[in-house]
């Protein structure tokens, strides 16, 4: 092997679930490739979009993968992991595309990569209480922010968003993931099977925007209960699942929160 392999530059992946996203992607992409480190190498996961988003992303040098039907945000998140170990990326940076993400924030996440302090560098809309940004939807807030005192008080965590989809993830370290659940409560699993995995996590402040306060969660999860109820379902099973991983205090008694689960 030549020196020159051994030392390559480390290769980061954009990955980008979107979902009926005509109103913005243009708009999104061309910060994207702008910002992206070179040579921009970007993976769009639609997932089975019925609007103009297919044709749209046709006009932009990125890689697609398409779902025939819409199968979740957890799904994508899982197809943009497995794109970015097949393809010998190091790190996979993920970001919305309903502008609620800055394009402009990528190379902060890049720069947060190379002190190769973490395997998880998660993006905060609350870190920095400081920084200006919108007001979210209160029961947005409300129930981020129970969840994320949930995952610190059983897994030790310092988390001060759990929910925050632009992430930086060290590709190597996905690996000890068995992840599957396809829907919004993928970030559940996820935190639970990182601090099985010993997986180290660092966040930065990211700006809190939001653009449409009435987005749709879809069906029943607009109900901030169900979501609520949904989340906490999602938890506790994989809870159970990870427990002989996981230290003691992540079954605390006192952690607990009413759930009622099928």
Same mark, same amino acid.
């Given at each position: 092997m030549s020196l020159a392999h051994t030392q390559r530059s480390t290769r980061t992946l954009i990955a980008i679930p979107v979902y009926n996203e005509q109103k913005h992607v243009q708009? !999104?992409?061309?910060? !994207?490739l702008e910002h992206a480190p070179p040579p921009r190498q970007v993976l769009v996961i639609d997932d089975g979009s019925t609007d103009a988003t297919p044709t749209l992303l046709a006009h932009f040098p990125v890689e697609v993968v398409r779902h025939s039907t819409n199968r979740g945000y957890g799904r994508s998140m899982q197809d943009a992991f497995r794109w970015a170990a097949v393809d010998d990326f190091d790190w996979v940076i993920t970001m919305d595309c309903d502008e609620q993400h800055e394009p402009a924030a990528i190379p902060r996440f890049v720069e947060a990569a190379t002190a190769n302090d973490a395997d998880v560098i998660s993006g905060s809309r609350y870190l920095d209480l400081s920084a200006n940004g919108d007001n979210p939807p209160q029961d947005r807030r409300a129930i981020n922010a129970e969840i994320t005192a949930e995952l610190n008080c059983r897994?030790? =965590?310092?988390?001060?968003? *759990?929910?925050?989809?632009?992430? *930086? =993830?060290r590709v190597e370290a996905l690996k000890k993931l068995k992840l599957d659940v396809d829907g919004y409560a993928f970030p559940m699993q996820f935190w639970i099977q990182a601090a099985a995995a010993n997986l180290r996590v660092r966040e930065i402040p990211v700006k809190l925007i939001y653009n449409d306060l009435k987005r749709s969660f879809g069906g029943p999860l607009d109900d901030p209960s169900v979501r609520l109820n949904h989340y906490r379902c999602v938890l506790h099973r994989e809870l159970r699942r990870m427990a002989d991983r996981l230290p003691k205090r992540a079954i605390r008694e006192d952690c607990d929160r009413k759930v009622a689960c099928d």
């Open positions: 708009q !999104v992409l061309e910060r !994207v897994l030790n =965590y310092n988390l001060t968003d *759990a929910f925050c989809g632009f992430k *930086a =993830y």
